[in-house]
């Protein structure tokens, strides 16, 4: 499942942009030396004029990757430098909203599905407002990559899908791939987008995925390659360890209390090391 390795990536990937602030944008650096570098400045710069006459005067500029190990694309770098309006016009101006990175394979809506810094005055949150606009524009919500692989250069990538993304932040994001059209029982590498619910410790996300979804929680949440098989019961003992009578604690007794009403048994369940 390489959950820790998930994880670990995010944590590491917040710390690392944190330290990035007030620095030279690494985003647009990635593009030195590249024909779109004037573009990735005026995209930063949030420069709408100047991006509209270098699209129109060189609209394969469109299609530009990073020199990122991901090789990101033109979305990818609005998305990374937190400019709406950029977006906004390199979508009007006819960029593909379903463009995928040269190596890492990810879509724009996938990455639009994260925290944000904004001003750096509020807490990082979510921002609907970019996976918002990718969908209007005809972003595949069910785009999938099915399985873990290494590129060509020897760096190795994570299977994901924009729900799986989606489903360890804010609820709001959530319901709006949701609403239009994710599926929301797709597996992806095996396990289904509730197992990230349920190791991301966000109870209303479990609670909306059980009550409005009524998600199948009898069926395994993660199935290996191998065919090992881990379900609900399996997924609460491992990533729901807190200190007795703390909030977590408590929250967890509620929700496998909610869970034994509608079927699910932890008493005799025999549970996978």
Known sequence: MKINQKKALFYICVLFSI???GQDN???NYYKGTEAYELAKAIDNADLRKIEVLVKGTPNLLNSFSTSPEGATILDLCIDVEKIESL???LELGANANAKQKYGKRSALMNACKV?????KQPWKTDTRYAGLLIKYGADVNYTIDNDFEDKNQIHHLAGSPIIEASSL???IIKL???????YNKRVNGELPFGHVLYSGKFENMYYFIDSLEIRVHEPLYISKNGKQKYIQDFIRQYFKYEIDSEG?????ILIKKL??????FKNYKYQE
Do not use: H, P, W
């Open 19 to 21: 330290t990035s602030c």
């Open 26 to 28: 690494r985003y647009v």
């Open 88 to 90: 906004k016009k390199i």
């Open 116 to 120: 944000f810094y904004g001003d750096g």
């Open 170 to 172: 804010d609820l709001e």
């Open 177 to 183: 791939l949701i609403k239009n059209g994710a599926d």
């Open 249 to 253: 604690y408590i929250k967890t007794q």
């Open 260 to 265: 034994e009403k509608i079927g699910v048994d």
